[in-house]
T-cell receptor
Framework: DAGVTQSPTHLIKTRGQHVTLRCSPISGHKSVSWYQQVLGQGPQFIFQYYEKEERGRGNFPDRFSARQFPNYSSELNVNALLLGDSALYLC?????????????FGQGTRLTVV | GENVEQHPSTLSVQEGDSAVIKCTYS??????FPWYKQELGKRPQLIIDIRSNVGEKKDQRIAVTLNKTAKHFSLHITETQPEDSAVYFC???????????FGTGTSLTVIP
């Protein structure tokens, strides 16, 4: 059974550019959450989607957006990239109920903004 | 919003000794508290979790305790082994769904 998969694994972008990160949840999981992990810190919650609807948003600027598709995969978009957006972006999926249950993380996308 | 604090930031123990990591949270509505282990360059992996209706949970060498009144919870690892060396994160979740608020992490080193 495949785990949570994210693509790409590494990405280098220039300031001001736009980036799209992708996440495929574990089969049967309908909840997907996104986190930003800056080096040396804990993951910070960005978005949660459940059944294709946004269920929560962390303290991030409007440059960050996301969506969930009918197959429950998800995209995280970041516009007008800043140097400070350099981080590991993690996606997590969980069971269909969407309640507080175990979240399984992907391996992350390492974004470097230069 | 929820604020989770974690101490210590680094911890070194001799193999076989115990390790304790402590976290506090701010929002009394938080009701789910997972602990994740993250090895260098790898994804966070759940090692144990506890819900607000339980005071303690144990899984072999790992245990977690929760004090709802004081809003703090702790991870206890007994008989530590070199493979326990990693960064450990506590987290708290308020609402339904996996909206976790993480602590800043504890880098545990087990010295053989």
């Amino acid at each position: 059974d495949a785990g949570v998969t994210q693509s790409p694994t590494h990405l280098i972008k220039t300031r001001g550019q736009h980036v799209t990160l992708r996440c495929s949840p574990i089969s049967g999981h309908k909840s997907v959450s996104w986190y930003q992990q800056v080096l040396g810190q804990g993951p910070q919650f960005i978005f949660q989607y459940y059944e294709k609807e946004e269920r929560g948003r962390g303290n991030f600027p409007d440059r960050f957006s996301a969506r969930q598709f009918p197959n429950y995969s998800s995209e995280l978009n970041v516009n007008a990239l800043l140097l400070g957006d350099s981080a590991l972006y993690l996606c997590a999926s969980s069971y269909p109920t969407g309640r507080n249950t175990e979240a399984f993380f992907g391996q992350g996308t390492r974004l470097t903004v230069v | 919003g929820e604020n989770v604090e974690q101490h210590p930031s680094t911890l070194s123990v001799q193999e076989g000794d115990s390790a304790v990591i402590k976290c506090t949270y701010s929002d009394s509505a938080s009701n789910y508290f997972p602990w994740y282990k993250q090895e260098l360059g790898k994804r966070p992996q759940l090692i144990i979790d506890i819900r607000s209706n339980v005071g303690e949970k144990k899984d072999q060498r790992i245990a977690v305790t929760l004090n709802k009144t004081a809003k703090h919870f702790s991870l206890h690892i007994t008989e530590t082994q070199p493979e326990d060396s990693a960064v450990y994160f506590c987290a708290a979740s308020i609402a339904a769904g996996n909206q976790f608020y993480f602590g800043t992490g504890t880098s545990l080193t087990v010295i053989p």
